[in-house]
């Protein structure tokens, strides 16, 4: 399916509108399923005419900071689906339809803790086979793929797209050592007042810039406002303009890089971009160079980092590169 836009005032959407995707969702059942005493909220892709109870291979994805399961994952999970897994993805703990307060406190280690238990949940459902369920992340969800693989040794295989892997480092790059300290330092003074007050401070999540009157913002960059805004209005309405202030201090100093040497012998894979200033390539490079075999890199010819979202030809490349590799380690149709 795809949606008719217009690419004259928006300069990351496709030159053809006929290469945007847009997400079927008769494709997607409801679930749920308990993480950390929260009630997390899910959908899950079955393969097309596939049989109640027939066990498949399984792939459970997590998404870009923010992003609820409406946003980015069904384009991936359709087409994973298509190729006969049953995909699972899920709400993180304080965002979309899942439980936990404050609302949209985003904490990396919260997420990963949820993406096991999500892999826990597919592993145990009687129409899967345990033991070729693999985890697949996009933008954050990627970096974190890697944490899940390291603490959860059932996972056959980890694949990471587009993903995030040392944010400090990026901001500190973008910003300087100075700039970044300062930015952080914001971030301090905003916690602080959360302890005084014992009400949470929120901050936009996304802003085209920083300005004097709103100096902190998750994503304060117009690529990112580019699809947030975009897909909020179209396709997920329980995505938040807001978050916590609080969730940069885990956010700004997560670096999945440290994870890396951890996720062996589960066969790793990373899927990047070539052009990415958002989540940068050498970042990707030095996660694969951290990580021992077996291993596999694969760059993409991109001009940003949210065509890996939602645009063609990115999508269906890094999709076919994902099935490659599950398919030849064994864990799509006909299994090991």
Known sequence: MVRMVTTEHDPFLPDDPANLLVADPTRREPVSFDASGNRLAGHLYRPPEVRPGTRTGGIVMCGPISSVKEQTLPHYAERFADAGYTVLTFDPSHFGESEGEPRFHYDPWQVISDYVDATAYLMNRDDIDPAR???????????????????????????????????????????????????????????????????????????QGLTDDEPLAVMPVAEAYSYYARTSAADAPNWSWKMTAASLEPYLTFNAISQAPLVAPTPLLIVHGTTDSALL?????????????????????????????????????????????LDGLGLGVGGR
Not at 173 to 191: C, H, I, K, P, S
Not at 295 to 321: F, R
């Open 133 to 207: 369920v693999a985890v697949v992340g996009v933008c954050m969800g990627g970096g974190y793929a890697l944490a899940v693989a390291a603490r959860e040794r059932r996972v056959a295989a980890c694949a990471s797209v587009a993903g995030g892997y040392d944010i400090g480092g990026t901001f500190r790059q973008m910003m300087g050592a100075d700039g970044f300290a300062a930015y952080l330092r914001l971030v301090n003074e905003a916690r602080d007042r959360e302890r005084r007050t014992g009400e949470t401070v929120y901050i936009p999540t996304i802003a």
């Open 281 to 325: 390539p050498e970042k990707a490079q030095a996660a694969f160079d951290a990580a021992s075999e077996p291993k596999e890199l694969v760059w993409i010819e991109t001009h940003n980092h949210i065509e890996l979202y939602d645009q063609d030809p990115y999508v269906s490349e890094a999709v076919g590169h994902v099935l490659r590799w």
